[in-house]
């Protein structure tokens, strides 16, 4: 499928969702309950941490997760 197709997008969050989900980050609730916060927006995604350390570890499980599903995070 090739970049900016309209279908493209659609598989993108779908493959997302489950990255996510596997990855282990918690989200529900708000940031004021939860030490790791991920936004994530068409092909961007966001982590936000109180702490570098939790940062440095969903990072990692994110990428970890990412790449059994075939994504890339660069």
Request: aromatic share 6%.
């Amino acid at each position: 499928m090739r970049q900016g197709d309209a279908l493209a997008c659609l598989l993108f969050n779908i493959s997302l969702e489950k990255v996510i989900r596997h990855s282990g980050i918690q989200t529900g609730r708000t940031i004021f309950f939860k030490t790791v916060q991920i936004l994530a927006y068409a092909d961007d995604v966001d982590l936000m941490a109180r702490t570098t350390l939790g940062l440095d570890e969903a990072f990692l499980n994110l990428e970890k997760s990412a790449r059994n599903v075939g994504l890339v995070i660069n």
